[in-house]
T-cell receptor, first 115, second 114 residues
Framework: AQSVSQHNHHVILSEAASLELGCNYS??????LFWYVQYPGQHLQLLLK??????LVKGIKGFEAEFIKSKFSFNLRKPSVQWSDTAEYFC?????????????FGSGTRLLVRP | DTGVSQNPRHKITKRGQNVTFRCDPI?????LYWYRQTLGQGPEFLTY????????KSRLLSDRFSAERPKGSFSTLEIQRTEQGDSAMYLC????????????FGPGTRLTVL
């Protein structure tokens, strides 16, 4: 079945460490890609999105993601994490030709940043 | 606060009871989505409205589930004869007409079916 995969379910880092969270999707054609974040006790918020153009996308709070079409990947990165980045991160895709523009989410990655 | 709001935030019910959740989207947003999120999973799409028209329903949405958006503003999601498997977080999101616009999520309604 077509899907979005996030292989790292739990990640623990120390402050200032670099972060990379993997996201792979299995849809062919043109997809729109997103990373959402859910901080403890808060609702889902958009970190960044990719529709077209430069495959390196910059988002809020120093996050960036790189779209690699040949690898069907959209990995999230941050050079130096902070304790406040502790949250759950979700990769999401709008499938090709989907007129509803519904989001298909991965299962999420829980990030814990130790001070 | 001009974000998406959902009520109630928490609902505990006994199996077999009916429950109804409400979502108030951002006022100018035409598109409204319902998702369901269970523990350890990402949100899963349930249904979608463009204004008052329900244009798509997931196969996850059994006959016990019904959603409405009567005047193209707020929406309700009703679950009849609840089952323990319905326990989940129910999320609402809204966006502007263009599909490329960001979906803004509400805080969710956490349903526990005993």
């Amino acid at each position: 079945a077509q899907s979005v995969s996030q292989h790292n379910h739990h990640v623990i880092l120390s402050e200032a460490a670099s972060l990379e969270l993997g996201c792979n999707y299995s849809y062919g054609g043109t997809v729109n890609l997103f990373w959402y974040v859910q901080y403890p006790g808060q609702h889902l918020q958009l970190l960044l999105k990719y529709f077209s153009g430069d495959p390196l996308v910059k988002g809020i709070k120093g996050f960036e993601a790189e779209f690699i079409k040949s690898k069907f990947s959209f990995n999230l990165r941050k050079p130096s994490v902070q304790w406040s980045d502790t949250a759950e991160y979700f990769c999401a895709v709008i499938p090709p030709m989907d007129s509803s523009y519904k989001l298909i989410f991965g299962s999420g990655t829980r990030l814990l940043v130790r001070p | 606060d001009t974000g998406v709001s959902q009520n109630p935030r928490h609902k505990i019910t006994k199996r077999g009871q009916n429950v109804t959740f409400r979502c108030d989207p951002i006022s100018e947003h035409n598109r409204l989505y319902w998702y369901r999120q269970t523990l350890g999973q990402g949100p899963e799409f349930l249904t979608y409205f463009q204004n008052e028209a329900q244009l798509e329903k997931s196969r996850l949405l059994s006959d016990r589930f019904s959603a409405e958006r009567p005047k193209g503003s707020f929406s309700t999601l009703e679950i009849q004869r609840t089952e323990q498997g319905d326990s989940a977080m129910y999320l609402c999101a809204s966006s502007l007409t263009s599909g490329m616009d960001e979906q803004f999520f509400g805080p969710g309604t956490r349903l526990t079916v005993l």
